[in-house]
């Protein structure tokens, strides 16, 4: 028999009636359910909460007891469920005021912030340099649509205008502005006359210090050799393969990247884009087979058999490589330049990348 010590007398309240009186408040019941009139610390600071978001003050404003709790509590249990309290001390109605926030919160950045007109954008691209275009347009889509009008090439054209600079006669001044392949004319041009941009040229050296894996899966559009300058015993060949890169399909069909709006397609119209050539000095002729219309899977650049020069070797086959797989030796056309004098690869906005009308 437990001690009568160690029972907890309930404490009389007056205010309870008969209604409310329960088996639980008997002096035979279990003590660990037995309520005790006290209010507990979490439902104390739960209502202290309420009660400040009701009457806008301060928590210093709101001088609350203990005893003006327990009476507010016996008022609280008396309402309907919705507005009872958790274990963890918060209210339902708190609970749902947090989830509309964090609601709102999560609605993205797109409900906040400004919109300024495209004609701000506008005034503010003609202080964007050449090289931050790209970091321009990646700010909104009004500053995208901004780098994709006319007016923004023709005054980044002008702008770093130099008559002292010789330019071809398809990037003079006469002719640039002309709709048709605007921003691929300005961008050969900033080749020529920017000088930061004509710099990065002269830095390459004639045999690159990798191979380059631009070429991979690129088809081959044109092939066509020249003979070079120079003295009958010293006159070189140039071999020239220009390839196309093959864009990546999505699952749906629709090809990669953002569409230009209609009414400034032939400013971005460009017959060159994605294309690279490919130009190979030899020491000699060689005979090679033709290879236009097939794919290039396999681009190597090693030393040359007298280990003075270079050894170039491609292999071409008649349908792109599946990604991770190697080529095999014994399938696809092999080309074989030995020795070389130079390697060059030159993107289409390369002053010497010949134009396509005059291929």
Known sequence: MPKKGNRKRLKYRGNISSETVTVADYADSDPAIVKTGRVKKAVANAIQKEVKLLCGLEASQVPVTEEALSSVVEDHLDCDSS???????HSNELKVSRKKKSKRQQEGPEDYGEQYPIDIWLFLASYIRPEDIVKFALICKSAWAVTCTAAFWTRLYKRYYCSDVYLPERLQREVIGRL???RASVIRSLYLMYEPFHSRLSEKPSIPESTPTTLQNCSCLLYWCKKG???????????????KKQS???KNGCRNGLQFPRQYEQVH???DQDCYLLQITTFNFIFTPVVMGMTLTLFTINVSTDMRHHRVRMLFQDSPLPQGKKPKKDQGLQVILDPV????????WH???PFSASI
Do not use: T
């Open 83 to 89: 507005d009872q309290v958790d274990a963890d001390g």
């Open 341 to 348: 004098h130079s390697v060059r690869l030159l993107d289409w």
């Open 248 to 250: 990546p399909k999505l």
């Open 229 to 243: 300058s120079g003295n009958r015993s010293d006159q070189r060949w140039e071999f020239n393969y220009k390839f």
């Open 269 to 271: 119209k460009n017959p």
């Open 351 to 353: 002053p010497q990348y």
């Open 180 to 182: 048709s392949s605007l």
